[in-house]
Every structure is written in C-alpha cells, then in structure tokens.
C-alpha cells in the first residue's frame, strides 16, 4: 500500500542550528516527492520537489532535500534555522506506477517545526 | 490573480444548513483539487478535476458533498445539511497540468464552523 510517514510530531530546533524534519514513503514504483509548507493560518505552499536526477533538492527558503531510494527517505533539511521557518511541513508522494489512474499526491500527517530565538 | 484564491475565508454556518464554497484556480491551470484539513491533521483528499474529463470523486466523504466546475475556471464545493464534523479548513488547489510532476499550488483556504 502506498504510503508516507513523517514519524515526528513536533521538531524542535534552536535558531542558527541545522534542522531536519524526516520523510519516508513507501510506493510500488518509483516517486514523485514534494515538501510544503503551512504558515499559521495561511494556505500550504509549495518548497521543493524531487523528479529524477540528482537525489539532492534545493529549494524555496534555503530548504534542501536528500532522495534516499535505498531507505526510502525524502528529509527536508536546512543548515541554519530561522524563527521565521516555524510552521507546519508536509510531505507528499506520488506513486509513478499508477500515476495513470491515480493523479492524487498521498500526504504526511506533517510536522510541526518549532524555532526557538 | 497571481494565485489560487478562495471565498469566503471564513464560514459559520447552523447544523443542517447548505454551504456553498469557492475557489478560483491560477489562470492557465487545467487541474484542480479539493480538499479537507481537520484540526491538527493531515490533508484529506475530496476531489479532483481536470479539463474536461469526468472528476475523481473518490475522496468525497458521503453524498452530501458534491463539486462543481465550469470548464477550466471557478469551482464550487458543496456541502449540504452540514453537520459538526464537517468543520474544518477546506482548501482548493491547482497545477498546470495532469502530469504526476505537475506541483499543486493551494490556496488560502476557507475555515467552516458548524455550530
């Protein structure tokens, strides 16, 4: 069964230190994977989604991602957090083996990231 | 607009009481999307159109929920006879196109309250 775990309610993080807010998934055939972002009481935007090609994503906000097929893990990092990165993320999956039928992204329950000043 | 916008914002509304919801895709995006954020949960997938074809409705909850849209624009989510657990963050999103890596981009949401 298709499916996409963000083991981690909450992150919590000290302003200027590296955060990393996990993502595994489990899909038949290959991904799609996307990261958003909610900012409280603001709709989820869009940071960064991995296609094919170099398994290291850049992204929106200095956000990056690692593609790990082996472990299957998609974790969104950033090197530096800011107090302003304090929101909400979801991770997203498609699964390219039913991609034909199946146009719906399978979403994470999310993590709440926490930047402490 | 520059983005997926949504009306109302904010909706209460009486236990058994129609509700009627908005979106208004970015200009150009041929999918569309519904979907459902309870309090402190993920999202929850309603519906889904693209261009012309008939709508994935797979995510509708029960009959009471039921979606319109006028060939590529504007998009209406009904809910009829509205109960409690109906209250939550319904929001709309778009992408260009019906290929898997199209990104979806969503709008702000509107909150219904069913009191």
């Known amino acids: 069964a298709q499916s996409v775990a963000q083991p981690e309610d909450q992150v919590n993080v000290a302003e200027g230190n590296p955060l990393t807010v996990k993502c595994t998934y489990s899909?038949?055939?290959?991904?799609?994977l996307f990261w958003y972002v909610q900012y409280p009481n603001r709709g989820l935007q869009f940071l960064l989604k991995?296609?094919?090609?170099d398994n290291l994503v850049k992204g929106s906000y200095g956000f990056e991602a690692e593609f790990n097929k082996s472990q299957t893990s998609f974790h969104l990092k950033k090197p530096s957090a800011l107090v302003s990165d304090s929101a909400l993320y979801f991770c997203?999956?498609?699964?390219?083996?039913?991609?034909?039928?199946?146009?719906?992204?399978?979403w994470g329950l999310g993590t709440s990231l926490a930047v402490n000043p | 607009g520059a983005g997926v916008s949504q009306s109302p914002s904010n909706k209460v509304t009486e236990k058994g009481k129609d509700v009627e919801l908005r979106c208004d895709p970015i200009?150009?995006?041929?999918?569309l999307y519904w979907y459902r954020q309870r309090l402190g949960q993920g999202l929850e997938f309603l519906i889904y159109f693209q261009g012309n074809s008939a709508p994935d409705k797979s995510g509708l909850p029960s009959d009471r929920f039921s979606a319109e849209r006028t060939g590529e624009s504007v998009s209406t989510l009904t809910i009829q006879r509205t109960q409690q657990e109906d209250s939550a963050v319904y929001l709309c999103a778009s992408s260009l196109g019906f290929r898997s890596m199209d990104t979806q981009y969503f709008g702000p949401g509107t909150r219904l309250t069913v009191l």
């Open positions: 997203a999956v498609r699964d390219l083996l039913n991609a034909g039928n199946n146009r719906k992204l399978i």
């Open positions: 991995y296609i094919t090609g």
């Open positions: 899909v038949s055939g290959n991904p799609y």
């Open positions: 200009s150009g995006h041929t999918a």
